[in-house]
């Protein structure tokens, strides 16, 4: 079949009521998760999660990846009219937005900013329509060595690109490793770090770890830097702005800003590891770096704001591509998407787009419809989010612990989980306090069973050598990517550290 | 942020910074430890057997530990900042674990409503209406959304619904 029969297929799904219905909820859900500050895309999957078992898991992933996606969306209006990103990935946001509304430009802002993401999320999709269905193709000559190179490069991208300490990103990771280890070796049937209890035979559960780190961890921290006493005192009063729609010079000034967003975007998702934040702090000092006049930048620059806000929309699309090709999440938030696609019995990978096209290709079908419902609620329906923006962190934070609590029990009724999602909790407060990586905790939990299995088969393959690496043209290729993306890892780090 | 100086000596921001890096490396210690004890490193059939990952895990994780804390203390600063509302966050987390402690033996609905009303007491001072129609309207909510649309698990605790 050709892309546009499975594209057609993909709609036949996803225009189902009740699909439709489904991506709905996800997108408000993911625009409500989005403007609530320090809660990002994979807090909001995870604690979301148990709401769709009841769901068939077509409709489930079609909403949850609607969370993921609309997430994006909402986090920049906090950006723009409060000063205070919604998550890391529209920090960006801040520079440019913030001054525009400021200046009486927060309607324009907000439309631009809405267009904008709606052009990077679809470009996003349009690109993964393409090139998923070429990965997959492939990626079926991969075996375990190229598997484990590619966990690798995406856990160390992710150490390196996230910018603080690179020892405790690391430190974060092994534990993840090690917590990934718990439970029934698959090759030999001898348990490992049991200590002989029956709820621990099937290894750690992901989603309460998922939960207590980005959930419960990040509520605590915002507690400790005093979000609930700061309240939305700050907002802009859009309302009273003489215009509301951006002018004609605001689209033709900023064309090129969104398509070399977009697609720095997309090329920047599609690296495990990298993400959204990376890509939309590249694209905004790409902007600064060739525009004529820079410096308006940061002082409410409308191509500022506009290129962020398509790049890290097609980011989130982009990291997509190895998810549903490769089976390797490049985020926290894919990993805990990959969680919920196991969790539905979907093994995304190489052969997931042949063997379920009408769950892979409605899932595609749905990111357009998902990104048109999006323009539209982030035009239109900027008040009702206002509102939101309104409840203060102190109602919010309790209520976010009841969801937490009662989504964790709710997964298999056990309060040990529940109780392990407290203790990840605190740890991921600390985590975050002390310039530690939750993100690649996670990333390293869900991955860790297939690095160790596609290690150890690499090394029963080369009979221990570790040269197997070295001898086979595609992990050479995989190798270089890798050398490549941690050498403009590093760079950016310096640029970084001389610009502080 | 405010800062807290100490004089001659090391914070307490500081000291649990080094506390918890120690905290893990306890924890990677105990981890490798079983990995060299219990776990073989080539299983029967002699391939890389159960214990070979977790070594090289545990190895790995106890050097970059011992490194960090090496290089933590060496850089301690004297004084290092500590939030002003840390309270609010200990008080948070305080209650989270009541929350979960009572979590069955009185059941989901009553134990989210103690909860809400304790926390909202705490952190809204000075609403009481507003503050008793949230304990009790949002956890019924929550409630009715679990237990009846998504007929998800809850502890019915001691005094069960009706419903």
């Known amino acids: 079949m050709d892309i546009f029969s499975n594209l057609i297929l993909g709609l036949s799904v996803a225009i189902s009521p009740i699909n439709l219905a489904y991506l709905f909820i996800g997108v408000m859900l993911g625009m409500f998760v989005g403007i609530i500050p320090g809660f990002g895309p994979a807090a909001g999957i995870a604690i979301l999660l148990p709401i769709t078992f009841g769901m068939d898991p077509t409709g489930a992933v079609i909403m949850l990846s609607a969370i993921y996606y609309g997430s994006m969306y909402g986090g920049t209006i906090t950006s723009i009219l409060l000063n205070t990103p919604g998550d890391s990935a529209t920090v960006a946001s801040t520079f440019d937005g913030y001054p525009l509304a400021q200046q009486g430009r927060a309607g324009p802002a907000l439309v631009m900013q809405a267009v904008a993401s709606f052009f990077g999320g679809t470009v996003g999709v349009i690109l993964i329509t393409v090139l998923a269905p070429l990965f997959a193709q492939v990626t079926r000559s991969f075996g375990p060595p190229e598997f484990f190179l590619l966990v690798m490069m995406g856990l160390m991208t992710l150490i390196v690109m996230i910018g603080g300490n690179w020892r405790y990103g690391a430190i974060s990771a092994l534990i993840g490793f090690a917590l990934g280890t718990v439970g029934v070796d698959l090759e030999t049937g001898q348990s490992r770090f049991t200590f002989q209890s029956a709820e621990m035979i099937g290894g750690i559960d992901f989603i309460p770890i998922a939960i207590g780190l980005f959930g419960l961890g990040e509520l605590y921290y915002a507690f400790y830097n005093g979000l609930h006493l700061s309240g939305s005192g700050g907002i802009v009063q859009y309302q009273k702005e003489k215009r509301f729609w951006p002018e004609l010079r605001d689209f033709v000034e900023t064309k090129f800003s969104m398509l070399r967003g977009a697609v720095l975007g997309f090329c920047i998702g599609v690296i495990p590891g990298a993400g959204a934040t990376i890509a939309s702090l590249m694209s905004y000092s790409v902007e600064k770096s060739i525009s004529k006049t820079p410096e308006r930048f940061g002082k409410g620059a409308m191509e500022g704001l506009v290129g962020p806000e398509a790049a890290n929309n097609a980011a989130s699309s982009g990291a997509m591509v190895p998810l549903l090709s490769l089976g390797i999440p490049g985020s926290a938030s894919t990993a805990v998407l990959l969680a919920a696609f196991l969790m539905w019995g979907l093994t995304p990978g190489p052969l997931l787009m042949a063997q379920k096209p009408e769950f892979a290709w409605g899932l595609i079908a749905s990111m357009y419809l998902g990104n048109v419902a999006l323009l539209g609620l982030n035009i239109f329906a900027i008040p009702l989010f206002v509102q939101m923006i309104k409840v203060p962190y102190r109602i919010l934070g309790p209520a976010v612990i009841l969801i937490c609590t009662i989504g964790t029990y709710s997964v298999n009724g056990s309060i040990i989980e529940t109780w392990l999602m407290f203790a990840a909790g605190l740890v991921g407060f600390f985590m975050k306090l002390y310039g530690y990586s939750p993100a690649a905790l996670v990333l390293a939990l869900v991955l860790g069973p297939l690095a160790e299995q596609s290690l150890r088969q690499t090394l029963t393959i080369s009979r221990g050598s570790f040269g197997i690496f070295l001898e086979r043209p595609t992990s050479l290729w995989i190798l270089g990517v890798t050398a490549a993306v941690l050498a403009a890892g590093l760079l950016l780090r310096r640029g970084r550290r001389e610009e502080d | ?163």
């Open chain 2, 1 to 163: 942020m405010q800062t807290t100086n100490c004089p001659g000596g090391v914070s307490a921001g500081g000291a649990m910074r080094a506390g918890f890096i120690l905290a893990i490396l306890f924890f990677a210690a105990y981890y490798t430890y079983i990995a060299f004890a219990e776990l073989n490193y080539l299983s029967s059939a002699g391939r890389l057997g159960p214990g070979f990952f977790p070594r090289i895990i545990g190895v790995s994780l106890v050097a970059l530990c011992a490194l960090s804390l090496y290089i933590d203390l060496k850089h301690l600063p004297a004084a290092e900042a500590v939030a002003p509302a840390w309270r609010s966050a200990a008080v948070l987390a305080l209650l989270s674990g009541v929350f979960i402690a009572l979590f069955e033996p009185l059941g989901g609905l009553a134990s989210m409503i103690v909860f809400m009303a304790a926390a909202l007491w705490i952190l809204n001072p000075g609403r009481a209406l507003q503050n008793a129609l949230i304990a009790v309207l949002l956890p019924l909510g929550i409630y009715l959304v679990f237990q009846l649309w998504l007929n998800a698990a809850m502890p019915r605790g001691m005094f069960p619904l009706p419903f």
